[in-house]
């Protein structure tokens, strides 16, 4: 069953003013990729300002702007068949889980193919995003250069500031982080070493599974505070993702039937020699590999609790034992982070939290918005292309929000929904699944478009800026 996605919104009836909001988009990776693209069909004015010397964000490999995650051997854990675009399909001979490499050609195309590239500033990194008087951003960027926008669109993503816990003691060996990996032998050569990656999400399990094999690391230790469901990516011979519950199931009967299949198709993960989850399948963040279990089976992979201790060249666990570690590679995920805002009112709380409205909007900020800020299963790749549908119907006046109070309660009750589905932990403030989310969307804009229609088709954000401010 493919994903139900939203339709693009209409386009701007003759009642509405030709003039639109100026808009600023940051970040020229998937999610700002697409909005361009959305910006561009209805007729909206934008600039793009990337850090970087070319589109991708994430997925291009050794990014010069240094904040890419991606790893030597990356492959997307979302299939092909999940991750493309509405109109521009993935090639058809991708394999099931294309390399990085291919997202990457797959994102220039995009931008080729629908004419956006002159509408991107490379090499231009924003530096402050600052909201006027008037409700107008300034927005100035590295070259020294101040320009103002009426609306500002946000799509730097949040897989570029690493997490580093802080350990107690101090260590002799290299202590890195996962977002500095590229391959067994970059920046640190692993051979002969002993090795303790930190975390089970999917870059721990990953490159676990790769520098375990015997001709690399000396020994290969997995630290963990929880253990894990480890979730297969394929299902008797198929894709597991193309399956997906039907919109009619509610949501907590389809939780408890896959929760049931996870464990009968997988059994236990201390059948691996695995540590036992203490919650249950899809109550976090789903960990997906089809090789970490076998080399944990084969006695590849060790298993430690939490690392409470550095002590010279030991690294000392939760259950008070020692071992010898030549290397620490922390694969304990992001900071949310937004360094252009000085407004602490637009930036995450100290435990990652930052409620919007459709994980999107402030409620008292009319005119900005956070798109592919989320931790959507199965996909984020082309989250963000849901959420412009939204956001181009309302710089168009063919879609109004709620009241201010009715935003702030279906922020709550999200919220909610999130604390009794997941655990506690800091990725899991942005955790939610695609296709419910898209259903809510196609309702939330339906609504939406009633509320415009009464108002008049009248634009939600004035134009104040009329050409950018040098």
Known sequence: MTPQHSPSPPAPPAAVPVDLPRVCVIGAGPSGITTAKRLQEYGIPFDCFEASDEVGGNWYFKNPNGMSACYQSLHIDTSKFRLAFEDYPAPADWPDF?????????????????????????NTKVTAAERQPDGSWLITTGDGRARGYDALIVCNGHHWDPRTPEYPGEFDGVLMHSHAYNDP??????RGKKVVVVGMGNSGLDIASELSRRYLAEKLIVSARRGVWVLPKYVNGAVGDKRSMPAWMPRKVGLKLRQRFVRKFRGDMEFYGLPKPDHQPFEAHPSASEEFLYRAGCGDI???????????????????????????????GYHISFPFFA????????????????????????????????????????????????????????????????MRATIEADEQAKRERYYNSPRH????????????????MDRGAKRAAAAGHALPVPVRVLEPAE
């Open 302 to 332: 060790a298993f430690k609790p939490a690392i409470t201790a550095l002590e010279g060249s030991r690294v000392r666990f939760a259950d008070g034992s020692t071992e010898e570690a030549d290397v620490i590679v922390c694969a304990t």
């Open 185 to 190: 032998f970059d920046p640190v050569d692993m």
């Open 343 to 406: 407004d602490p009112e637009l930036l995450p709380d100290k435990d990652n939290r930052l409620p919007l409205f459709k994980h999107m909007m402030k409620p008292d900020v009319d005119n900005l918005f956070y798109l592919g800020l989320a931790q959507p299963l199965p996909t984020l790749v082309n989250f963000a292309e849901q959420q412009s549908k939204l956001v181009a119907a309302y710089l168009t006046g063919r879609y109004r929000p709620p009241t201010e109070p009715e």
């Open 98 to 122: 294309p390399h990085h490499s291919q997202l990457f050609e797959y994102f220039k195309n995009y931008v080729d193919h629908f004419g956006l590239r002159d509408k991107i500033t490379f």
């Open 429 to 444: 403030t942005i955790q939610i699944e695609f296709e419910p989310y898209v259903r809510d969307m196609i309702k939330e």
